[in-house]
C-alpha cells in the first residue's frame, strides 16, 4: 500500500507541505521587498500586487482543478473559506504576534474594492442563470482586475515623486525576481501537499466537499498568506502583511474565479448564497471596524482576538 494513501501519509503530507509554504513565504518577502526598492515603489503597491498574485496561485491551480473535474463546490469553497481565513485567521494570527499599522491607501482603496468583489460575486451568483458563475462573468472580473492594477501602479508612481529617499535594494533585480519565481514555485509543490494531505484526513471524518472546501481546503490554500504576512510583520514590514491580504482577496473573486469560470461555468449552490457569503461579508465588516478601534489605523491584538474567535466560530458552524 502506497504510504501516502494511509492516515499517516497524510498527515506526513501537511506538514512538509506547511514547511515548504513556510520557507517559501520568507523567500517571497525577501525577493518582493528588495524588488520594491530597487524600483523604487511602496512595499503596499508590490504587496496588493506581486505578493497577492503569488500567494494566490494556490487557490487558483485548486479551483480550475476542481471547477474541470465537476467539484463547483470546492471550486467556489476554496475561494470564499480563503477570504474568510485570509481576514480573520491570517490577519489576526498576525495582529496578535505584532500589531498591524495600516496605511490609509488601504482603508480608502484597497478595502471598498475588495468589498466590491464580494458584492459582484453575490450578485453574480445570486442572479445569474441556475446560480452560475460564466462567460459574462470572467469577462467583468478581469476587466475589473486590469483597471484596479493599472491604477495601483499609476498611483504608486505618483506617490514616488513626492516620496522621501528609499533604502538600497538587499539583492540586484535577477536575485530579487529569482526569489519570487522561486517561492511561487514552492508554493505550488507546498500547497499541493497540504491539500492532498488535508483532503485526505477531512474525507476520512466523512463530510461534504462544501465544508472540506471551505475549511480544511481553504485553509490549505490560505497558508502561504498566513506565512508571508507573519514574515513580513516581524520584518515590519506591515504594509505587505495588509497590502497581501487585502490584495490577495481581490486577486481570488477577480483572477481566480474570473479566469475558472471562463474555463469552466461553476455552480454555486443556495448552502454559499445563505451561510458562507454573509460569514464572508461579516469578516469584511469586522476588519474595517477592528482598523478603527480601538486604535485608529491599528489592528491590535485585541481586535486579532476577536477575529481569531470569529474565525472558529465559522469553522464550528460549518463542521457543525
Given at each position: 500500500?502506497d504510504?501516502?494513501t494511509?492516515?499517516p501519509?497524510?498527515?506526513s503530507?501537511?506538514?512538509?507541505g506547511?514547511?515548504?509554504l513556510?520557507?517559501?513565504?520568507?523567500?517571497?518577502?525577501?525577493?518582493s521587498?528588495?524588488?520594491?526598492r530597487?524600483f523604487?515603489?511602496?512595499?503596499?503597491i508590490?504587496?496588493v500586487t506581486?505578493v497577492s498574485?503569488?500567494?494566490?496561485a494556490?487557490?487558483?491551480?485548486?479551483?480550475i482543478?476542481a471547477?474541470?473535474?465537476?467539484?463547483?463546490d470546492?471550486a467556489?469553497?476554496?475561494?470564499?473559506g480563503?477570504?474568510i481565513?485570509?481576514?480573520?485567521?491570517?490577519l489576526a494570527?498576525?495582529?496578535i504576534?505584532?500589531?498591524i499599522?495600516?496605511?490609509?491607501?488601504?482603508?480608502?482603496?484597497?478595502?471598498p474594492?475588495?468589498?466590491?468583489?464580494?458584492?459582484?460575486?453575490?450578485?453574480?451568483?445570486?442572479?445569474?442563470?441556475?446560480?452560475t458563475l460564466?462567460?459574462?462573468?470572467g469577462?467583468i472580473?478581469?476587466i475589473?482586475?486590469?483597471?484596479?492594477?493599472?491604477?495601483i501602479i499609476?498611483?504608486g508612481k505618483?506617490?514616488?515623486?513626492?516620496a522621501?529617499?528609499?533604502?538600497?535594494?538587499k539583492?540586484?533585480i535577477y536575485?530579487?525576481?529569482g526569489?519570487?519565481?522561486i517561492?511561487?514555485?514552492?508554493?505550488?509543490?507546498?500547497?499541493?501537499?497540504?491539500?492532498?494531505?488535508?483532503?485526505?484526513?477531512?474525507?476520512n471524518?466523512?463530510?461534504?466537499?462544501?465544508?472540506?472546501s471551505?475549511?480544511?481546503?481553504?485553509?490549505?490554500?490560505?497558508v502561504?498568506?498566513l506565512s508571508?504576512?507573519?514574515?513580513?510583520?516581524?520584518?515590519?514590514?506591515?504594509?505587505?502583511?495588509?497590502?497581501?491580504?487585502?490584495?490577495?482577496?481581490i486577486?481570488?473573486?477577480?483572477?481566480i474565479?474570473?479566469?475558472?469560470s471562463?474555463?469552466?461555468?461553476?455552480?454555486?449552490?443556495e448552502?454559499?448564497?445563505?451561510?458562507?457569503?454573509?460569514w464572508m461579508?461579516?469578516?469584511f465588516?469586522l476588519l474595517?471596524?477592528?482598523?478603527?478601534?480601538?486604535?485608529?489605523?491599528?489592528i491590535?491584538?485585541?481586535?486579532?482576538?476577536?477575529?481569531?474567535?470569529?474565525?472558529i466560530?465559522?469553522?464550528?458552524?460549518s463542521?457543525?
Open positions: 500500500m504510504f501516502f494511509t492516515v501519509g497524510f498527515y503530507l501537511l506538514v512538509f506547511i514547511l515548504i513556510i520557507i517559501s513565504g520568507d523567500i517571497l518577502v525577501r525577493g521587498v528588495s524588488l520594491a530597487f523604487k515603489v511602496s512595499t503596499l508590490v504587496g506581486v498574485f503569488g500567494t494566490s494556490p487557490e487558483l491551480i485548486v479551483s482543478i471547477a474541470i473535474n465537476d467539484h463547483s470546492i467556489i469553497g476554496n475561494v470564499v480563503s477570504n481565513s485570509n481576514i480573520a485567521l491570517v494570527l498576525t495582529a504576534i505584532l500589531p499599522i495600516v496605511s490609509k491607501n488601504s482603508v480608502k482603496i484597497d478595502w474594492v475588495m468589498m466590491g468583489t464580494g458584492l459582484i460575486l453575490y450578485l453574480f451568483s445570486k442572479f445569474s442563470d441556475k446560480n460564466g462567460t459574462y462573468f469577462i472580473s478581469l475589473l482586475l486590469t483597471s484596479y492594477i493599472l491604477f499609476h498611483k505618483k506617490e514616488r515623486k513626492h522621501p529617499e528609499f533604502k538600497k535594494p539583492y540586484n536575485l530579487s525576481l526569489f519570487i519565481v517561492s511561487i514555485v514552492g508554493m505550488y509543490f507546498g500547497s499541493t501537499f497540504l491539500i492532498d494531505g488535508a483532503s485526505g484526513i477531512a474525507a471524518w466523512g463530510v461534504s466537499e462544501r465544508v472540506i471551505v475549511t480544511v481546503i481553504a485553509f490549505g490554500t490560505s502561504p498568506e508571508t504576512s507573519i514574515i513580513a510583520a516581524i520584518k515590519k514590514e506591515s504594509d505587505i502583511s495588509i497590502g497581501n491580504i487585502l490584495g490577495s482577496n486577486f481570488n473573486v477577480f483572477a474565479l474570473g479566469i475558472t471562463l474555463i469552466q461555468p461553476i455552480e454555486v449552490s448552502e454559499f448564497l445563505k451561510s458562507d457569503f454573509l461579508f461579516a469578516s465588516v474595517l471596524l477592528f482598523i478603527f478601534i480601538p486604535k485608529k489605523y491599528k491590535t491584538r485585541v481586535g486579532g482576538a476577536i477575529l481569531l474567535a470569529f474565525y466560530g465559522y469553522i464550528s458552524m463542521f457543525s
